[in-house]
């Protein structure tokens, strides 16, 4: 198969940030995918449906002339959010779900939740009307290994979740691990899953390939190999749990190659035509509109998009890093690569 026509996708987890980064990196999202759920984490972070149609505006100011994206608003779930703005936030279509950081798992988190008691009326709420909620899926605690933060979630906190609030819809964000895999497929009717690029192509052995590769650091962190492989075996299965979702961060260049970087890996460049090599290699590319197209909208109970897109192999332009303005660039997820497949010019068909 040389040309793969599809349904135009969706990026159901990517991060915009805000300011000169967000004017940069939106054009790239929304050239690939008509819709995406944009991650609440910035500093200060997205806590009130004020401040998240605000955000909206300033992400549909930044698209590029003609370009028809919706940016899919999220809140940013504390100790003490307000279970009324949140469900009104909802109700009004500001709101598409809310999303859970433990405190400190990640990126501007220390706000995050400290303890799912503390949310309970929150999440009593959010099953009443339906409202998804969005997991980063890792325990905190200090003496728990990194390796192995995804599996104590699950049994620490998901798990409980699920059986304390049985109609309560939940995603697990970038699932990294066989034990993430394994729990979505056991609840098929209330959960689904978003899996990386990153997640799919690597292991943990990448991130020190003949030396430290900060560009590889982001969290949940790479895994063993046997995860790796659950996790292309489950985005290419077909079933309607697995979507796609980028987890695409943006970090300037000096803030990823530091003493203490930050995490994230940068995709929003490249982003189809990573996951088409994944597929391609697993000899999936039948599967892949359902992944990339179908799974994400019946979960969020959405209608897919009419447009079409044709990826070709055939390699395209060597991958550039994305200048910002004075502040310096960001990596690019295949930077200095030529990416095997590529859109063609005149991929999106509307209405086709």
């Not at 995860?227 to 943006?250: E, I, V, W």
């Not at 055939?314 to 004075?326: F, H, L, M, R």
Request: glycine residues 6%; negative net charge; proline residues 7%.
């Amino acid at each position: 198969m040389t040309n793969l026509t599809f349904r135009r996708p969706d990026d159901w987890h990517v991060h915009f940030r805000d300011g000169a980064v967000l004017q940069h990196v939106v054009p790239l999202t929304a050239r690939q995918f008509a819709r995406a759920i944009v991650m609440p984490n910035l500093a200060p972070p997205v806590t009130t449906a004020a401040d998240a149609a605000a955000y909206r505006e300033r992400i549909l100011a930044a698209l590029p002339p003609g370009v028809d994206f919706q940016p899919l608003m999220t809140c940013y779930l504390t100790d003490h959010t307000d279970a009324s703005d949140l469900i009104a936030g909802f109700r009004d279509g500001i709101f598409t779900a809310a999303k859970l950081y433990p405190a400190h798992a990640t990126t501007n988190s220390a706000h995050g939740v400290s303890s799912i008691d503390k949310i309970q009326a929150v999440l009593d709420a959010m099953a009443e009307f339906g409202m998804p909620l969005l997991v980063h899926g890792e325990i905190t605690r200090r003496e728990v290994d990194l390796f192995d933060r995804e599996k104590y979630f699950i049994d620490e906190v998901l798990t409980p979740l699920l059986r304390r609030h049985p109609t309560l819809r939940v995603v697990m964000e970038h699932i990294t691990t066989e034990d993430g895999a394994q729990v979505v497929a056991s609840y098929p009717e209330r959960m689904g899953a978003t899996i990386t690029p990153q997640h799919l192509l690597y292991n943990r052995n990448a991130m020190f390939e003949g030396g430290l590769r900060p560009h590889l650091y982001c969290l949940p962190v790479l895994k063993r190999r046997k995860h790796q492989l659950a996790l292309r075996k489950a985005a290419t299965s077909g079933l309607s749990n697995y979507f796609l979702g980028t987890d695409s961060a943006p970090h300037l260049r000096h803030l990823k190659e530091a003493s203490c970087g930050c995490a994230g890996v940068f995709s929003a460049p490249v982003a189809i035509e990573a996951y088409l090599h994944v597929f391609a290699e697993e000899n999936a590319l039948d599967k892949f509109e359902a992944f990339a197209s179908l799974n994400g909208p019946t979960f969020y109970k959405m209608a897919p998009n009419e447009e079409r897109v044709t990826y070709t192999l055939t390699p395209g332009e060597t991958v550039s890093n994305v200048k910002i303005d004075d502040a310096g660039e960001l990596v690019s997820l295949f930077s200095g690569e030529t990416p095997s497949w590529r859109a063609l010019a005149d991929a999106l068909e509307p209405g086709k």
